[in-house]
């Protein structure tokens, strides 16, 4: 998963019309969406296997990182675990890759005119170059939001930007960019390099792509613990001079054909329409991935386990995905929309819910759909009325670096579950850290819970009220959402002005 979202990821708001009126409305019989609820409550709080499989995938395949042997294994385990809850449409779907890997990389740092060089501990992130060795003169950017690049403007060509990954001191209203947004702007100003600093204590370094496009960039970017960025901006205060950092590295890129594992239940009554719900199987490889995405993958597989056990056949068809790629520039998602799209197909999903690193929901994302906020907002109150422990605080708000972002910059809706994670487990994002203790088995059950039943929602109604937009209305959305400045950072913008 890729953090520094623009909202906190999958939240959602609701409305609120009456629950019997609009059951009744949608629905023949008032209480069936209760009913199917309720029953799927007590299946998922006697049977679910979430957990059990989880820590099963963690010991049998270990991290899960696209392109290599594991991710191979991750993408059979997957498959094998789905066919045997009893799905007879099991497939993987190819797609080729360029699969990025590390090897070595050093950095050492050391004032102008002098031979103090001190070397820091460091780790490539990803897309980086396969062989870069750089010299340049340290440029501090602070948080490397838009306003400060453009502060150096004049000053960053030909040296290496020093860069917090989040921001030190959060400005009122400022939003955070993403690490591979913050290379790009280094890279747009003439930057030979950049240094990320993590803001976790405790000497943990972080992984993940500074590529906006899954695809490899020009300068070595890497990263650097918060202890050892603050060594490094007091020493720099103390020789009140120039620094001098030298990045060398060696990584390895190659075409791979990776493949996303879907599994199909067909839909009893508007079989071409389709709900698809995805997570990201894939993960980084300092660590087992187990809440980056182990939580969110095989949540998916555990809904998918749920529907079969209770026999569920929703009016729509529903999809379960585990993509990959995801770590690497959303590169499963990417390929299953383009090919939707080239088949003609993209018209028929109805909904996109995506779980990445999804934990404990309270409440559910309508993702900026007004349209959406009273069907959802009686959902999350039948939802509550089944399990009264679930808050049903409901937001309404669009983010982007997960799988759904592909789907709904074609205008597809998007909804999602609005989970939290401690201080704690979030510090382990990216890193060495990401391993089955951090992982809580009853709030991964609440994630199968909620997720079920919204899915189940979605997946039987009716009538849902949204479409998929058309490509203005996409763009006028977005720009509401507050994303259009992301999106241009990232060479994602494709309208003009």
Same mark, same amino acid.
């Given at each position: 998963?890729?953090?520094?979202?623009?909202?906190?990821?999958?939240?959602?708001?609701?409305?609120?019309?009456?629950?019997?009126?609009?059951?009744?409305?949608?629905?023949?019989?008032?209480?069936?969406?209760?009913?199917?609820?309720?029953? !799927?409550?007590?299946?998922?709080?006697?049977?679910?296997?979430? /957990?059990?499989?989880?820590?099963?995938?963690?010991?049998?395949?270990?991290?899960?990182?696209?392109?290599?042997?594991?991710?191979?294994? =991750?993408?059979? /385990?997957?498959?094998?675990?789905?066919?045997?809850?009893? @799905?007879?449409?099991?497939? /993987?779907?190819?797609?080729?890759?360029?699969?990025?890997?590390?090897?070595?990389?050093?950095?050492? $740092?050391?004032?102008?005119?002098?031979?103090?060089?001190?070397?820091?501990?460091?780790?490539?992130? =990803?897309?980086?170059? !396969?062989?870069?060795?750089?010299?340049?003169?340290?440029?501090?950017? &602070?948080? &490397? #939001?838009?306003?400060?690049? =453009?502060?150096?403007?004049?000053?960053?060509?030909?040296?290496?930007?020093?860069?917090? !990954?989040?921001? %030190?001191?959060?400005?009122?209203?400022?939003?955070?960019?993403?690490?591979?947004?913050?290379?790009?702007?280094?890279?747009?100003?003439? %930057?030979?390099?950049?240094?990320?600093?993590?803001?976790?204590?405790?000497?943990?370094?972080?992984?993940?792509?500074?590529?906006?496009?899954?695809?490899?960039?020009?300068?070595?970017?890497?990263?650097?613990?918060?202890?050892?960025?603050?060594?490094?901006? %007091?020493?720099?205060?103390?020789?009140?001079?120039? @620094?001098?950092?030298?990045?060398?590295?060696?990584?390895?890129?190659?075409?791979?054909?990776?493949?996303?594992?879907? =599994?199909?239940?067909?839909?009893?009554?508007?079989?071409?329409?389709?709900?698809?719900?995805?997570?990201?199987?894939?993960?980084?490889?300092?660590?087992?991935?187990?809440?980056?995405?182990?939580?969110?993958?095989?949540?998916?597989?555990?809904? %998918?386990?749920?529907? +079969?056990?209770? +026999?569920?056949?929703?009016?729509?068809?529903?999809?379960?995905?585990?993509?990959?790629?995801?770590?690497?520039?959303?590169?499963?998602?990417?390929?299953?929309?383009?090919?939707?799209?080239?088949? &003609?197909?993209?018209?028929?999903?109805?909904?996109?819910?995506?779980?990445?690193?999804?934990?404990?929901?309270?409440?559910? *994302?309508?993702? &900026?759909?007004?349209?959406? $906020?009273? @069907?959802?907002?009686?959902?999350?109150?039948?939802?509550?009325?089944?399990?009264?422990?679930?808050?049903?605080?409901?937001? *309404?708000?669009?983010?982007?670096?997960?799988?759904?972002?592909?789907?709904?910059?074609?205008?597809?809706?998007?909804?999602?579950?609005?989970?939290?994670?401690?201080?704690?487990? #979030?510090?382990?994002?990216?890193?060495?850290?990401?391993?089955?203790? #951090?992982?809580?088995?009853?709030?991964?059950? *609440?994630?199968?819970?909620?997720?079920?039943?919204?899915? /189940?929602?979605?997946?039987?109604?009716?009538?849902?009220?949204?479409?998929?937009?058309?490509?203005?209305?996409?763009?006028?959305?977005?720009?509401?959402?507050?994303?259009?400045?992301?999106?241009?950072?990232?060479?994602?913008?494709?309208?003009?002005?």
């Amino acid at each position: 998963m890729h953090r520094t979202f623009y909202v906190p990821r999958f939240r959602l708001v609701l409305f609120s019309i009456g629950t019997a009126g609009f059951l009744a409305a949608s629905n023949p019989d008032a209480l069936s969406l209760e009913k199917a609820f309720s029953r !799927i409550n007590n299946e998922v709080n006697q049977h679910s296997r979430v /957990y059990e499989t989880l820590a099963d995938a963690s010991k049998q395949v270990g991290h899960r990182l696209t392109g290599s042997p594991n991710g191979t294994r =991750a993408e059979a /385990y997957a498959h094998n675990l789905l066919a045997s809850y009893g @799905f007879r449409e099991v497939r /993987y779907e190819p797609f080729e890759v360029e699969a990025w890997m590390r090897d070595t990389v050093t950095l050492s $740092v050391v004032p102008d005119r002098s031979d103090n060089f001190r070397d820091v501990p460091v780790v490539a992130l =990803a897309h980086s170059p !396969i062989e870069a060795h750089v010299k340049g003169e340290i440029i501090d950017v &602070g948080n &490397g #939001l838009e306003g400060d690049f =453009a502060a150096f403007k004049d000053k960053l060509k030909g040296k290496v930007a020093l860069v917090n !990954i989040g921001l %030190a001191a959060p400005t009122k209203g400022a939003r955070n960019l993403h690490r591979s947004e913050k290379t790009a702007l280094a890279i747009q100003y003439g %930057a030979v390099g950049v240094i990320m600093v993590n803001l976790v204590p405790g000497n943990v370094l972080l992984t993940g792509t500074a590529s906006v496009t899954g695809k490899l960039i020009p300068i070595p970017s890497v990263c650097i613990s918060l202890e050892s960025g603050e060594a490094l901006r %007091a020493w720099m205060q103390e020789e009140h001079g120039r @620094f001098q950092a030298m990045i060398d590295m060696t990584n390895m890129s190659r075409k791979i054909r990776a493949r996303n594992v879907v =599994a199909t239940l067909p839909g009893s009554k508007y079989p071409n329409e389709k709900i698809i719900v995805g997570g990201h199987l894939d993960s980084w490889d300092l660590a087992t991935g187990a809440i980056d995405n182990g939580i969110g993958s095989f949540a998916v597989m555990d809904i %998918a386990r749920t529907f +079969k056990a209770l +026999k569920l056949k929703p009016k729509r068809t529903v999809e379960f995905v585990l993509f990959m790629g995801e770590e690497q520039g959303l590169l499963g998602s990417r390929a299953m929309v383009e090919s939707l799209k080239t088949s &003609g197909e993209l018209d028929k999903v109805r909904y996109m819910m995506n779980l990445d690193m999804t934990n404990d929901p309270t409440g559910l *994302n309508a993702f &900026g759909r007004s349209d959406m $906020v009273s @069907f959802l907002n009686t959902v999350g109150e039948t939802m509550k009325r089944v399990e009264p422990a679930f808050p049903n605080q409901m937001q *309404n708000q669009a983010g982007l670096h997960s799988d759904h972002q592909p789907f709904m910059l074609e205008g597809v809706p998007v909804v999602g579950m609005n989970g939290h994670l401690s201080r704690e487990v #979030l510090d382990c994002y990216h890193a060495n850290c990401d391993r089955m203790n #951090l992982v809580n088995a009853d709030q991964l059950k *609440n994630t199968v819970r909620y997720s079920t039943m919204l899915l /189940y929602a979605l997946a039987d109604a009716d009538d849902i009220p949204t479409r998929r937009q058309t490509d203005t209305q996409t763009r006028d959305y977005l720009v509401t959402q507050g994303l259009r400045t992301p999106l241009q950072i990232a060479n994602e913008w494709r309208w003009k002005e």
